[in-house]
């Protein structure tokens, strides 16, 4: 199959968000929509994005997940934030598939919060057959008396992150449809600056069939999933008979802030049965293991000296080529997910439990109290990379590090 070339221009500027019917706030967008558009590709491809900036202020989109060279990462770090009324072309070429997403990398407490972000699906040769395929990009808004978007900076925020109303795609109370009979594929990215959602679906068993980095070896039956600001999930759901609604909701969960109240995001209510040509394989495929789980660590990151470490800490260097094992030890009261960028990792293990089935993730929940394994390979992509907490309020307040990957020798 031929590589294309995908060219989606985006531009960024303030809208009139309609979150629930006769409800607007004043929100930013790509393209005037909330999520932006769902970009859509196939491995291989080369995706160009000129974005222009018709915000008041500075902005750049950053491709989380995707395995970039540096310089297209979207960080202030390697580039230079686009000003008002300019124009800066990402070009880059999409090597696995998966359900990644983009979002701004500029004020993000704001600009995320405010609307800047959307679902981008790529696809390889060997897609499991499903009956239909969703995105549902998670998130949630704070809002204040006027039903606007509160205010910025509350010194509250930094610590405990911002939390509003749950929003689907972009709506409150959002209302599904699904037939009777069918096995849906549904790509979940959870673009919420801070809430954590455990996702139940009615309670109904589902599998999931993927995570940060594409399918895993095998489905995994669940009833609900926790899913973290910044990961990613597809899942097979489904089947459902005629007449049931089902409830799509975010199940209480303590992240070190005490046990969260239900949040219902939607409503997923099943029409007329109609054929299914759903088949979901025993195996997708096989992920070797990167390292031994023996392996002895070659770095541990501690989330509590990174919470207090200011902005702008630097990391030291890793190499192409030679395999990293990072302790993320957590010894805050509260979860934090880390993100990596640019670079995929295996979990190992957490509060040393071996991880049952590997899998590709970039964002992963460190517990509280807690303790993570990850290994991941840098690849020869040198140049300058990030990691920091995906609760955007405690990103903000310089819970990251950059770190450079050097050329091997
Ligand atoms: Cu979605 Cu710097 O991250
Ligand atoms: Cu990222
Ligand atoms: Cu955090």
Redesign the pocket.
Known sequence: MENGRITVPLEAREVDWEIAPGRSVRGFAFNGEVPGPVIEAQVGDTLVVPLTNRLNEPTTIHWHGIRLPAEMDGTESVQWAVEPGETFEYRFVLPDAGTFWYHSHVNETEQIERGLYGALIVRGPDEPVLDRERVLVLDDVKLDDEGQIAPFGDPHEHHAGREGEVLLNGKQEAELHIAGGQIERWRIVNAANTRFVRLSIGGRPFSIIGTDGGLLPRPLQAEEVLVTPGERLDLAVGPFVEGELIEIEALSYDRGKGESAVQRFGTLSVGPAAPSRAKLPDAFRQIDALVSRTAAATRTVS?KAL?HGGLHQRDEPVRVGELQVWDLVNETG????FHLHGFFFQVLEENGRPQSVLSWKDTVNVPRKGNVRIAWLPDDRPGEWMYH?H?LE?HAMG?MAHFEVLPSH
């Open positions: 989330m919470m509260q979860d934090h997910p907490c609760i405690h819970m």
